[in-house]
């Protein structure tokens, strides 16, 4: 099992609200970096935010050791040589811990950046576009003329750390985003769905992807309240959705209603868009509560539970064939500390295995560490 945290403004106790949201800068994006390297977790996701996903990881190397950034890109903002070129110096400068979560977005969040393809053609493009990242990358001069992506002579001079390339990561249920995950990508994510909702998908990408002759891994996106106990557990999902003000909620639905995203729209329908009258009236599966939708776009659902039943439930989505976990809790910097001091230690949890030499990067977690004792760590120095 690999567990990734998240590393994306915005955060705070509460941070749909302005009174409930921390000031967001350098110093605290480092605070959060570091914390992320040192507790264990195997990378962060870089979700695009308001701040540019490249120039955020980037900043971020020096600071960090072990932990893989999950950068998240939109195939046609940028040309795919450039972006090629960006992949192998960010691999380059970081050791091998360069991962690249491809994202197809949204119309209406894509035209404010001027890029107007409707959501099937943004896929169409993307299959172009990552047809020419993957050769340029592995130092093919690629010339190609597709609908979308007009290439001549394109070449990089920097050799790639990662072999064959730096791995892509890829969200997108549509049935266009499928095919062109089958077709391309190395990890493929969901949103919090529950346990069937994602075997389902699971079970129709691995026979999209055996047609193409691959095999993917699969991830999940989830928040997690998790506390000592079942009943402080909600009683910590009460308080947030207590701070969920009506002005928000709506607010945030009128911005998600209308999207294109089949995902989005997936998690839309798990909540109804309304605030409930009783906390349980969103659990939606056995410790799945779908509240955090309500105000937050993306990912909208939490597994809320004392430590053996979030592990438990992590368990139920492995058990489906979820390998890797993109976590986050509210606000990140505590909860990080929370999730690694609670749940970590009761997790098969995989060593950070770099894609360089594939050595064991050197921090492995050790029961000894959630009981306080004296940390001892399992180092294993790269050779
Ligand atoms: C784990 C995960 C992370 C995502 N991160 C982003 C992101 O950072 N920015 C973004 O615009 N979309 C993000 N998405 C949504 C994808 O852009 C996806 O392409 C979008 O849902 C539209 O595609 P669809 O209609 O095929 O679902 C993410 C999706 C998943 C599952």
């Given at each position: 099992m690999e567990i990734l945290w998240y590393l994306t403004a915005p955060d705070?106790?509460?941070?749909?609200?302005?009174?409930?949201?921390?000031?967001?800068?350098?110093?605290?994006?480092?605070?959060?970096?570091?914390?992320?390297?040192?507790?264990?977790?195997?990378?962060?996701?870089?979700?695009?935010?308001?701040?540019?996903?490249?120039v955020l990881g980037a900043s971020l190397i020096p600071y960090t050791e072990r932990m893989r950034f999950l950068i998240a890109v939109h195939p046609g903002l940028i040309s795919p040589v450039l972006l090629a070129k960006m992949a192998l110096t960010f691999d380059q400068f970081s050791k091998g811990r360069l991962l690249i979560n491809v994202v197809n977005g949204d119309s209406r969040a894509l035209a404010a950046y001027g890029y107007h393809l409707p959501h099937d053609e943004r896929y169409a493009l993307c299959d172009e576009y990552l047809t020419v990242w993957r050769q340029l990358v592995q130092g093919k001069t690629v010339n190609f003329e597709g609908k979308y992506v007009h290439v001549k002579n394109g070449k990089l001079a920097l050799p790639t750390v990662q072999e064959p390339h730096p791995p892509l990561w890829f969200g997108g249920s549509s049935a266009a985003a499928l095919d062109v995950a089958a077709k391309h990508i190395d990890t493929y994510l969901s949103w919090g769905e529950?346990?069937?909702?994602?075997?389902?998908?699971?079970?129709?990408?691995?026979?999209?992807?055996?047609?193409?002759?691959?095999?993917?891994?699969?991830g999940i996106r989830l928040y997690l309240i998790v506390r000592d106990t079942e009943q402080e557990a909600w009683d910590a999902a009460e308080w947030l959705l207590e701070h969920m003000d009506e002005e928000s909620v709506t607010k945030m639905q009128g911005v998600l209603s209308g999207t294109d995203s089949v995902g989005q729209q997936?998690?839309?329908?798990?909540?109804?868009?309304?605030?409930?009258?009783?906390?349980?009236?969103?659990?939606?599966?056995?410790?799945?509560?779908?509240?955090?939708?309500l105000v937050r776009p993306g990912p909208g659902t939490a597994i809320v539970g004392d430590p053996e039943t979030v592990a438990a439930r992590l368990q139920e989505y492995a058990s489906v064939g979820i390998d890797t976990f993109i976590l986050s809790g509210i606000p990140l910097l505590e909860e990080a500390y929370r999730v690694a001091e609670l749940v970590l230690p009761l997790l098969p949890v995989s060593p950070t295995v770099s894609q360089v030499n594939n050595t064991v990067l050197p921090f492995t977690w050790n029961n000894s560490m959630r009981e306080g004792a004296p940390t001892q760590l399992s180092v294993n120095t790269p050779t």
């Open positions: 705070g106790r509460y941070p749909w609200n302005p009174k409930g949201a921390r000031k967001i800068d350098y110093a605290y994006m480092q605070q959060l970096a570091r914390s992320v390297d040192h507790l264990g977790f195997s990378g962060a996701l870089l979700a695009t935010g308001p701040h540019d996903t490249w529950t346990p069937p909702q994602v075997a389902e998908k699971i079970a129709k990408l691995r026979l999209l992807a055996e047609q193409q002759g691959r095999t993917l891994r699969f997936r998690m839309l329908g798990l909540h109804g868009g309304r605030i409930p009258k009783t906390i349980k009236d969103l659990e939606i599966y056995p410790n799945l509560w779908a509240g955090l939708g």
